[in-house]
């Protein structure tokens, strides 16, 4: 009977039970979307947490269903979303509905801050963006809002903290899932010292805080309610891994800073392994890798692949329909789209700054410049995948500077790695060889590895790596293509945030 890992993997979009051998190797998967997010104002996004808990229990019954033998798990792990947050009660039961982080809610109503303090931060020309940090913390605006459910609230998890308590009624989460405005101290990766000015910044008390346990150590054990909700035999152990960002890089194989990972979905990033602490643009801190003592800094598109998405829905039909025709996945159709349109779109080019501008006095908003009547769907596909790859060739180049350590080989998780057409164009923008890992599940494959090392599987996660983690094909840039690229991110694209500032800064002030 050969061993086995069970990774649980709740993103944005949706959530999946995979099952891993001790080699790496996706034995089986099962997924299910997440549909009920709730927007009751412009900008709000919340959902009920319970829908996480009964969609993972549905797919890892439905694993056992297909055929995956449940005896043969080892030990499970959970990676999830982040920055979605969630009040409990002391039970565990969520007092409201979760938080996620794409809300864009503002409360402005805050408490003053003491007068040294507000003073320390006006010195250092902090002011703007302390201001910032609080009213958008998803735990002050419950404390000015809601104080009647702030008040009843023991502990504010993570999507991961709640489901690691269902799963083992411990309220524990992993130094690696720790994102969001929280008093976390991200270069020590431990809750902020007792004197932090964090806790001036957010409503919170220390009291109000899980145990936090390092990537690869034991968070506890499958209760009997949880055993017979995931259809797992009850004492299992439950790993701790990290976030599902953390996650890819382990998953990509990713062990030092000459590796690039980006990661293609509803939040597009691109990070690398780091054993330094290095912010890579003020306030954003870097957040604790999912190896212990490792970060990943990191830049993102923050409306990444929910563009694309976007696109499928507005102007992607006559795709869609062909798919539903033949039965063949529509990404297929949709490379067709990208194959079809030269590099450049025909001088369509994206700014893919789609969400929102937190209120600089400088906003930076999207924009698609270079329109023509030769233009079409297809043109303006591939302007957002080059857009958003774009974006993330700044970002990664500013990592690579703060690091100081060169960038040799790029490898890409998530949906849109799946595309071959995205991969060519991802490596002749970055004019670097970039590699698909074996599978795209890649923030499933980090908590298997997590989890491997837990339950003794694997010594160490530089181990595991070596056994769990592999890539299939690499892309070659080519280098007229590559060329063309360097001129539109240096001549076109890195000058079009200054150039279009004025006209975003009085749309604000003429619409609102």
């Known amino acids: 009977m ?74 499970l792990s959970v990676t999830t979303q982040r920055g979605t947050q969630i009040a409990v009660d002391e039970h565990g039961v969520p007092l409201r509905p979760a938080i996620t982080w794409m809300d864009e809610r503002i409360e402005e109503h805050q408490k003053p801050l003491p007068l040294l303090w507000k003073t320390i931060f006006g010195i250092a020309g902090l002011s703007r963006s302390i201001k910032s940090v609080r009213s958008e ?54 809750w902020a010292s007792s004197n932090h000015f964090l806790w001036k910044l957010f409503a919170f008390q220390h009291n109000h805080l899980p145990e936090l346990v390092e990537p690869g150590q034991t968070i506890g054990t499958l209760t009997e309610e949880a055993a017979r909700h995931i259809g797992l035999s009850e004492g299992v152990p439950v790993i701790s891994a990290a976030a599902d960002k953390a996650c890819e890089a382990v998953g990509c194989g990713a062990v030092d800073a000459s590796v690039g990972c980006l990661s293609y979905g509803t939040r597009a990033t691109a990070t690398i ?65 990208l194959n079809s349109t030269p590099p450049g779109s025909h001088g369509l080019t994206l700014l893919p700054k789609w969400g929102r501008d937190n209120g600089r006095s400088t906003p930076v908003k999207g924009a698609i410049i270079g329109f023509g009547d030769v233009h079409t769907r297809g043109h303006i596909y591939r302007a957002i995948i080059e857009g958003i790859t774009l974006e993330l060739r700044r970002g990664l180049e500013r990592i690579e500077r703060k690091s ?65 983690t592999r890539q ?37 002030r003429i619409t609102g």
């Open 137 to 190: 913390c998803e735990v002050n605006w419950i404390a000015v809002n809601q104080p009647g459910i702030w008040k009843k609230t023991h502990k504010f998890l993570q999507v991961s903290g709640y489901l690691n308590f269902k799963l083992t009624d411990h309220f524990r989460d992993s130094t690696g899932a720790q994102v969001g405005y929280l008093p976390f101290d991200y270069k020590k990766q431990q």
């Open 273 to 337: 392994h780091s054993e330094k602490y290095f912010e890579v643009e003020r306030p954003l801190p870097a957040y604790s890798g999912g190896i212990p003592g490792m970060y990943t800094p990191e830049a993102s598109v923050i409306l990444g692949y929910w563009m694309v998405n976007w696109f499928k829905e507005e102007f992607g039909h006559p795709e869609q329909e062909k798919a539903r025709e033949i039965g063949s996945p529509v990404e297929v159709f949709f490379d067709d789209l």
């Open 404 to 468: 100081g350590k060169k960038i040799k080989v790029l490898r890409v998780s998530g949906g849109g790695s799946q595309s071959d057409a995205i991969m060519q164009i991802t490596a002749d923008i970055f004019g670097l060889p970039t590699e698909r890992p074996h599978t795209f599940e890649t923030a499933g494959l980090g908590a298997a590895i997590a989890a491997s090392v837990g339950a003794g599987i694997h010594a160490d996660f530089d181990t595991a790596m070596q056994a769990m």
């Open 2 to 75: 050969t061993d086995t890992l069970l990774a649980i993997d709740c993103g944005s979009q949706s959530i999946r039970a995979i099952l891993f051998s001790p080699e790496g190797t996706l034995l089986y998967k099962v997924q299910k979307p997440i549909t009920d997010y709730s927007t009751d104002k412009p900008g709000w996004s919340e959902i009920d947490p319970v829908i996480f808990w009964e969609l993972m229990g549905r797919c890892c019954r439905e694993l056992w269903d297909k055929g995956a033998d449940p005896a043969t798990v080892k030990a």
């Open 472 to 508: 299939s094909e690499v892309f070659k840039p080519n280098p007229k293509t590559v060329q063309l690229y360097e001129k539109l991110f240096e001549d076109v694209y890195l000058l079009m945030p200054g150039r279009l500032a004025p006209l975003n800064k009085a749309l604000r």
